[in-house]
């Protein structure tokens, strides 16, 4: 990171830190909801951003998370036991979900996560003895942290913040351990990364796994945060939106989930003026975005450092020209 990035994440604390005092009960919410899908699509931008892997099947695991600890509270079991439970169970489905793309690739691998988040969700959906199916699980407790209630909003919302802050210091270690620069290898040109001595089965199935513990923990976060689920915001349609906050925001760019989860979360929220055209209106400036920055908005140093480099080049090249015809 430059010292500019880290000036930007330091302002950008600074203002998360602030803001809750100045908001009126939903514009804390709508954080929180926005932090929560920051966490899950760090673990998405790993699998899909970092990793090349294609995956449209996170909002499963961020169901997952959701239900278990949902499940474990209405049990009476506390949700700092139900966390590692939910985390545990995500990392070894991921871990099953990447199989498949140790065989088939891009579209098809597309589709094999699709169909797996298609069965959890009819799960979800169809086994009301565990689950609750369409009445879903209500009246979900809040936790506590070391004796403090968190059942307020701007309290849950420090306890959100505070679990981004520290998962991104997690993943920011992740990416520049060996690890990261394995998975990269693993995206950029596996036969490559394979010759290197990079054991791309293992990293490729780490990728989902490790992708699919933030989505659970996002998830029961979100538990938490809306105290009542069911199967609707675990659908393939959020896998969809979520891997679009990736895409929009900058796949393998580290702070591409901030971006596009505001993107796909607040953006919404700032078009109601619309009306019933608002997500005409949403689709219409993804669809115009994605045309014009392909490689999502954090590219855009990327793309104006590569011009200003290309017209140097270029003048260079004329400097030097002119120099030779110069010459008797």
């Given at each position: 990171m430059n010292k500019t990035l880290?000036?930007?994440?330091?302002?950008?604390?600074?203002v998360l830190l602030a803001a809750p005092p100045?908001?009126?009960?939903y514009g804390v919410y709508l954080l929180s909801y926005w932090l929560v899908f920051v966490i899950a699509?760090?673990?998405?931008?790993?699998?899909?951003?970092?990793?090349?892997?294609?995956?449209?099947?996170?909002?499963?695991?961020?169901?997952?998370?959701?239900?278990?600890?949902?499940?474990?509270?209405?049990?009476?079991?506390s949700f700092w036991l139900?966390?590692?439970?939910?985390?545990?169970?995500?990392?070894?489905?991921?871990?099953?979900?990447?199989?498949?793309?140790?065989?088939?690739?891009?579209?098809?691998?597309?589709?094999?996560?699709l169909g797996f988040n298609t069965a959890v969700w009819l799960v979800m959906r169809n086994e009301e003895w565990l689950t609750g199916g369409t009445f879903g699980i209500n009246n979900i407790a809040r936790p506590g942290?070391?004796?403090?209630?968190?059942?307020?909003?701007?309290?849950?919302?420090?306890?959100?913040?505070?679990?981004?802050?520290?998962?991104?210091?997690?993943?920011?270690?992740?990416?520049?351990s060996p690890w990261g620069k394995a998975f990269?290898?693993?995206?950029?040109?596996?036969?490559?990364?394979?010759s290197l001595g990079i054991d791309v089965q293992a990293y490729t199935?780490?990728?989902?796994?490790?992708?699919?513990?933030?989505?659970?923990?996002?998830?029961?976060?979100?538990?938490?945060?809306?105290?009542?689920?069911?199967?609707?915001?675990?659908?393939?349609?959020?896998?969809?939106?979520?891997?679009?906050?990736v895409v929009v925001g900058?796949?393998?760019?580290?702070?591409?989930?901030?971006?596009?989860?505001?993107?796909?979360?607040?953006l919404p929220e700032w078009l109601r003026f619309a009306q019933a055209w608002y997500l005409f209106v949403f689709g219409v400036a993804v669809v115009l975005l994605m045309l014009w920055l392909p490689d999502g908005l954090l590219s855009i140093p990327d793309r104006l450092r590569a011009r200003r480099q290309a017209r140097e080049a270029s003048a260079a090249r004329s400097a030097a020209a002119a120099r030779l015809g110069a010459r008797p």
């Amino acid at each position: 990171m430059n010292k500019t990035l880290y000036g930007l994440l330091g302002l950008l604390a600074v203002v998360l830190l602030a803001a809750p005092p100045f908001l009126k009960g939903y514009g804390v919410y709508l954080l929180s909801y926005w932090l929560v899908f920051v966490i899950a699509n760090m673990g998405l931008n790993l699998t899909v951003g970092y990793a090349g892997q294609k995956s449209l099947g996170h909002a499963a695991f961020f169901g997952i998370g959701a239900y278990t600890v949902a499940i474990l509270l209405k049990a009476g079991i506390s949700f700092w036991l139900g966390l590692p439970l939910a985390m545990a169970g995500c990392f070894v489905l991921g871990l099953a979900v990447g199989f498949p793309a140790l065989r088939v690739q891009t579209i098809y691998l597309a589709f094999a996560t699709l169909g797996f988040n298609t069965a959890v969700w009819l799960v979800m959906r169809n086994e009301e003895w565990l689950t609750g199916g369409t009445f879903g699980i209500n009246n979900i407790a809040r936790p506590g942290l070391f004796g403090l209630s968190l059942d307020g909003s701007r309290a849950y919302y420090y306890f959100v913040l505070g679990a981004a802050v520290l998962l991104g210091a997690v993943m920011w270690g992740l990416l520049r351990s060996p690890w990261g620069k394995a998975f990269t290898a693993l995206r950029d040109n596996p036969i490559r990364a394979e010759s290197l001595g990079i054991d791309v089965q293992a990293y490729t199935l780490l990728a989902f796994a490790i992708g699919a513990v933030y989505a659970g923990i996002a998830g029961a976060l979100f538990a938490s945060l809306v105290q009542f689920i069911e199967p609707a915001p675990f659908a393939v349609g959020t896998s969809f939106m979520m891997y679009l906050m990736v895409v929009v925001g900058g796949p393998g760019y580290f702070l591409g989930p901030l971006l596009g989860s505001a993107v796909g979360v607040l953006l919404p929220e700032w078009l109601r003026f619309a009306q019933a055209w608002y997500l005409f209106v949403f689709g219409v400036a993804v669809v115009l975005l994605m045309l014009w920055l392909p490689d999502g908005l954090l590219s855009i140093p990327d793309r104006l450092r590569a011009r200003r480099q290309a017209r140097e080049a270029s003048a260079a090249r004329s400097a030097a020209a002119a120099r030779l015809g110069a010459r008797p």
